[in-house]
């Protein structure tokens, strides 16, 4: 089993819908989780950290289960903008200087 | 700040040449990466370097060679530039071992023909 895991999709969706992702990890003692955002051809950039008691931040909401080891990402009322691919990234623990990250889902967001 | 700085943009090299990527960040950050990434895998770590003076291999270190000149700079060397070395290659940079977000350079296209 792969330490994280994402759905690649493509995930296609009208502008306006409602869209989640989940990502799962393996290691349970895993400290922080992260999503990010890419481009195409561009450098991954941060859209949000993960706290276990969930976070907003405007349209994309966050969540982490540490029970069943995954986290999620809500982006409610799409737009066009947010077509890009959606990267999952774990931060392990035990002194571990090595964040992994998921392969990334894609999402379209079309007119 | 101008963040992570990473370069050349952009490289055509010949099977067999040789090249370093230069990557540079201005945060103070102790711990440096060098990513590949090409379509349908995902980022993959070639090396990495929590501290000034250390190094390590990461997931694909095969043909790379890396040194981390100062705290500022992490540099990557192709010794004997492959095909299959053609890649999209990040540098990525964060403050400390745990609980950190990335911060990434803008990327290198390399293609080896």
């Known amino acids: 089993r792969k330490e994280v895991e994402q759905d690649p999709g493509p995930f296609n969706v009208p502008e306006g819908a409602t869209v989640a992702f989940n990502c799962t990890y393996s290691?349970?003692?895993?400290?922080?989780f992260f999503w990010y955002r890419q481009d195409c051809r561009k450098e991954p950039k941060l859209l949000m950290s993960?706290?276990?008691s969930g976070n907003e931040d405007g349209r994309f909401t966050a969540q982490l289960n540490r029970a069943s080891q995954y986290i999620s990402l809500l982006i409610r009322d799409s737009k066009l903008s947010d077509s890009a691919t959606y990267l999952c990234?774990?931060?392990?623990?035990?002194?571990?200087?090595?964040?992994?990250f998921g392969r990334g889902t894609s999402l379209i967001v079309h007119p | 700040n101008a963040g992570v700085t990473q370069t050349p943009k952009f490289q055509v090299l010949k099977t067999g040449q040789s090249m370093t990527l230069q990557c540079a960040q201005d945060?103070?950050?102790?711990?440096m990466y060098w990513y590949r990434q090409d379509p349908g895998m995902g980022l993959r770590l070639i090396y990495y370097?929590?501290?000034?003076?250390?190094?390590d291999k990461g997931e694909v270190p095969n043909g790379y060679n890396v040194s981390r000149l100062n705290k500022r700079e992490f540099s990557l060397r192709l010794e004997s530039a492959a095909p299959s070395q053609t890649s999209v290659y990040f540098c990525?940079?964060?403050?400390?071992?745990?609980?950190?977000?990335?911060?990434f350079g803008s990327g290198t296209q390399l293609s080896v023909l």
């Open positions: 990525a940079s964060r403050a400390s071992t745990l609980g950190e977000k990335l911060f």
């Open positions: 945060m103070n950050h102790n711990s």
């Open positions: 370097s929590a501290s000034e003076g250390t190094t």
């Open positions: 290691n349970s003692a895993s400290q922080s």
């Open positions: 993960v706290y276990s």
């Open positions: 990234v774990v931060n392990p623990s035990g002194g571990s200087y090595i964040p992994t």
